[in-house]
């Protein structure tokens, strides 16, 4: 049966009025784990109380029929904006835990600059919060140098958009041995405020209407960083209103050249890919060199990003998770 569409002209998922950096919308600010709800779940109604305008999301298809638009009162802006009461409310002495922020580490000294620039625009957000950027490997500081340094609590928020082997096995590792009562936040993706930012750099990047969007993403040998990457392409694809595909510089499937020549075959427009990685570097690069028409640049250090960080943090605190137990070595 063809469901019953609305009859207002709002386009499907979309806001009603053009998203500035302060008006970031994200409709899952306080998200379940991702396995347990769909690619773009509605958020419950929100109001704000100080007048301020809301953006209102599109019709929403559920179980063969359209719903009403549901207002979004909470912003980036609200999140970064915010002292950390919440986590701050669970501690007994009250003081901030430290954040420390743990990336990949990478040769590029672009890459370097870029993260070095989301550290800062973190810093900024909570000026009352100590902020800490480490690297897993490559880079310096080492987050098994950083962790035993830091005095009082820490909270580690790992700069990583899916799952795999640096969020399982590697950084579970360096804080058992070097800060095993450290809390560890969850992986930055997927998440709506990514999605945001992946919506603004395509639309700076000059995003027409006929263009075929790839996500281009590292890749992983672990099929459920796959699936991480293959929600946020879901994502992608409600905000944008188009197919989006999820192809991989790295492991898994479809490789990215694959994913390009395929579309190039179908396309009426250009190719585009949406880089799905944080800073400049190895596989930025290769991202690049994918025969795409366009690839947009990395996501860091864009305020979606710092708001998303700083969620990951609060959303630490509220539930007191400690470290995980590293996974087994493949």
Wanted: hydrophobic share 45%.
């Amino acid at each position: 049966m063809t469901p019953n569409r609305p009859t207002h002209p709002l386009t499907f998922n979309q806001p009603s009025h053009p998203l500035t950096s302060d008006q970031l919308i994200d409709p899952m600010i306080f998200d379940q784990p991702s396995h347990s709800m769909t690619s773009d779940q509605p958020a419950s109604p929100g109001s704000t109380s100080d007048g301020r305008p809301t953006l209102v999301r599109g019709p929403v298809l559920v179980r063969g029929s359209y719903v009403a638009p549901v207002p979004d009162a909470v912003s980036a802006s609200d999140v970064v904006r915010a002292p950390a009461q919440v986590g701050a409310s669970v501690l007994e002495d009250g003081a901030l835990p430290t954040l420390v922020l743990a990336a990949h580490g990478t040769r590029s000294a672009a890459g370097e600059r870029a993260l070095a620039a989301l550290a800062r625009s973190v810093r900024r957000a909570r000026p009352g919060c100590r902020v800490e950027p480490s690297f897993l490997e490559i880079s310096a500081p080492l987050l098994a140098d950083v962790l035993p340094a830091v005095p009082g609590p820490v909270v580690v928020v790992p700069l990583l958009l899916a799952g795999g082997y640096h969020v399982h096995v590697d950084l579970p590792e360096v804080v058992a041995a070097r800060r095993p009562d450290a809390l560890v936040a969850g992986r930055l993706g997927p998440h709506a405020l990514l999605t945001s930012a992946l919506v603004r750099v395509l639309a700076q990047a000059g995003l027409r209407a006929d263009d075929t969007v790839i996500l281009g993403a590292a890749g992983s040998s672990d099929p459920a960083g796959l699936s991480d990457v293959r929600a946020a392409a879901r994502r992608l694809s409600v905000r944008l209103s188009r197919p989006v595909t999820a192809a991989f510089a790295a492991s898994g499937t479809p490789s990215l050249p694959d994913a390009v020549d395929q579309a190039r075959r179908t396309s009426r427009g250009r190719v585009v890919v949406a880089s799905y990685v944080l800073a400049p570097g190895f596989f930025h690069d290769r991202l690049t060199a994918s025969g795409a028409d366009l690839v947009t640049a990395p996501l860091a250090p864009d305020p979606a990003v710092t708001a998303l960080i700083w969620h990951r943090y609060d959303q630490s605190l509220t539930h007191r998770h400690p470290h995980p137990t590293p996974a087994a070595r493949p």
